[in-house]
C-alpha cells in the first residue's frame, strides 16, 4: 500500500521554464514532507522540507506547497536549469525524528 | 560533511548465496536505514536501526536481516538471495535531534541471477 504517490513518472520541461511536480499522500498523521533529488549513480539528496504548519517554504530556486485538506504538495522550480535534471522524490514522516517514508519518483528532463 | 559509504557499486550473485551489504557512516549518528529502489515503487524502507544493537522492521523486510554491532556500522544481510531481490540498495544514516536529515550513501547495485 503507497502512502506516498508520484503520479507522474517523468516530466520534460523547457530551460527557463517552471517545473512543477506533484506529490499526493494518504496518511493524514504525516507531519512534515520533504523532496529529495537523485543523480544516476548517486544517493538521494534533501532539498527542501515543509512542516504542516506551514503551507509553503521556498529556498531560492526551489518552492514547495502543501495543502493538508487535499493530501497533496507541489514542488515548483524556477527558474528550471539543466542541472535539474534528475529523479525526484517526496517523502513525509510521523514527526520530525521519524523514518521517512518515500513516494514512487519524478524523472525531470529540463530540455536546453 | 557526513560521509556513508557503501562496500561495494555493483554486485553479481547467484540464487541461494548469503549477500552482506555494508554500510559504514563517519559522523557519530545513531540513525541508521536501509532502503531498496525500484522504477515504479521508489524507495522503499527495510530495516532501520535507532542505536546500536537495536533494530526495527521497515516496510519490506522479508528475506533480509541486518545487524549493527557498531555505530558506525549499519549491515543488510540477504539470507538466501532470490532473483526478486535484484535492486538498487540505498544506506542512510541521520543524527539524533537532525530531523529530516538523511545523508544517503551512492548505493550498492545487486544483480541476483
Known amino acids: 500500500d503507497q502512502q506516498v504517490k508520484q503520479n507522474s513518472p517523468s516530466l520534460s520541461v523547457q530551460e527557463g521554464r517552471i517545473s512543477i511536480l506533484n506529490c499526493d499522500y494518504t496518511?493524514?498523521?504525516?507531519?512534515?514532507f520533504l523532496w529529495y533529488k537523485k543523480y544516476p549513480a548517486e544517493g538521494p539528496t534533501f532539498l527542501i522540507s515543509i512542516s504542516s504548519i506551514k503551507d509553503k517554504n521556498e529556498d531560492g530556486r526551489f518552492t514547495v506547497f502543501l495543502n493538508k485538506s487535499a493530501k497533496h504538495l507541489s514542488l515548483h522550480i524556477v527558474p528550471s536549469q539543466p542541472g535539474d535534471s534528475a529523479v525526484y522524490f517526496c517523502?513525509?514522516?510521523?514527526?520530525?525524528?521519524?523514518?521517512?517514508?518515500f513516494g514512487t519518483g519524478t524523472r525531470l528532463t529540463i530540455i536546453p | 560533511d557526513v560521509k556513508v559509504t557503501q562496500s561495494s557499486r555493483y554486485l553479481v550473485k547467484r540464487t541461494g548465496e548469503k549477500v552482506f551489504l555494508e554500510c559504514v557512516q563517519d559522523?557519530?549518528?545513531?540513525?541508521m536505514f536501509w532502503y531498496r529502489q525500484d522504477p515504479g515503487l521508489g524507495l522503499r524502507l527495510i530495516y532501520f536501526?535507532?542505536?546500536?544493537?537495536?533494530?526495527e522492521k521497515g516496510d519490506i523486510p522479508e528475506g533480509y536481516s541486518v545487524s549493527r554491532e557498531k555505530k558506525e556500522r549499519f549491515s543488510l544481510i540477504l539470507e538466501s538471495a532470490s532473483t526478486n531481490q535484484t535492486s538498487m540498495y540505498l544506506c542512510?544514516?541521520?543524527?539524533?535531534?537532525?530531523?529530516?536529515?538523511?545523508?544517503f550513501g551512492s548505493g550498492t547495485r545487486l544483480t541476483v541471477v
Open positions: 559522523m557519530d549518528h545513531e540513525n
Open positions: 542512510a544514516s541521520r543524527g539524533q535531534g537532525r530531523g529530516y536529515g538523511y545523508t
Open positions: 536501526s535507532y542505536d546500536v544493537k537495536m533494530k
Open positions: 517523502a513525509a514522516s510521523l514527526g520530525l525524528n521519524e523514518k521517512l517514508t
Open positions: 496518511n493524514s498523521m504525516f507531519d512534515y
